[in-house]
């Protein structure tokens, strides 16, 4: 069964340090998704992609945070400088993104980031 | 992501037993609802969806109901096992004539499912 890559599993880094997180979707997922999770908390989307283009980063804090989605296929979200509060399981997730669809989204497994 | 929610943060039923999670959307302009599924270090894993335009649908062992005049959805597990503890969360997307993005989720803070043997 096809999945959502996403790497590092886990990252430590000291605040003002930059990180970055990968995902590769599932094959022909048009849409992409990057979601900010704090524990006990419901996720929260940051960037949405089509293909290689922005849909929507209402919710990304752009004076930290980048996304990109070059090729339209694998995506790198990339926080410099990291902040104590970005502490946070970071998700992926793909879809086909067409209503007759639905709007299923398929997760990885997450990074889990903790800035000390 | 404030206009889904839960009455219930966390819920034990013994195994067997039906469960019923309930969430409550305060958007009318919503047209799509989907229940995710998330154990402790995972991501998020689909269970079942629903479109504004019914008011059921059943997966295995799951029903989602949508009732619209009040806002709620709920989620029902017949005969909960206890792979089924997780952390349930509900999400709605907001139809694209009212300001949503296509495929753009809002989710709610979620309920812990307890499984007792």
């Known amino acids: 069964e096809a999945e959502v890559a996403q790497s590092p599993r886990y990252k430590i880094t000291e605040k003002s340090q930059a990180v970055a997180f990968w995902c590769d979707p599932i094959?022909?997922?048009?849409?992409l998704y990057w979601y900010r999770q704090i524990l006990g908390q419901g996720p929260e989307l940051l960037v949405q992609f089509q293909d290689e283009s922005v849909v929507d980063d209402s919710q990304l804090p752009k004076d930290r945070f980048s996304a990109e989605r070059l090729k339209g296929v694998d995506s790198t979200l990339k926080i410099q400088p990291a902040e104590l509060g970005d502490s946070a399981m970071y998700l992926c997730?793909?879809?086909?993104?067409?209503?007759?669809?639905?709007?299923?989204?398929?997760f990885g497994p997450g990074t889990r980031l903790t800035v000390t | 992501g404030e206009s889904v929610g839960l009455h219930l943060p966390t819920l034990s039923v013994q195994e067997g037993d039906n469960s019923i999670i309930n969430c409550a959307y305060s958007n009318s302009a919503s047209d799509y609802f989907i229940w995710y599924k998330q154990e402790s270090g995972k991501g998020p894993q689909f269970i079942i969806d629903?479109?504004?335009?019914?008011d059921k649908r059943q997966g295995q062992r799951v029903t989602v109901l949508l009732n619209k005049t009040v806002k709620h959805l709920s989620l029902q597990i017949a005969a909960t096992q206890p792979g089924d503890s997780a952390v349930y969360f509900c999400?709605?997307?907001?139809?694209?004539?009212?300001?949503?993005?296509?495929?753009?989720?809002?989710f709610g803070k979620g309920t812990k499912l307890s499984v007792k043997p």
């Open positions: 094959s022909g997922h048009a849409t």
């Open positions: 629903i479109r504004s335009n019914m």
């Open positions: 997730a793909s879809g086909l993104g067409f209503f007759s669809e639905g709007y299923e989204q398929y």
């Open positions: 999400a709605e997307n907001l139809n694209m004539n009212y300001g949503g993005s296509q495929g753009n989720l809002i």
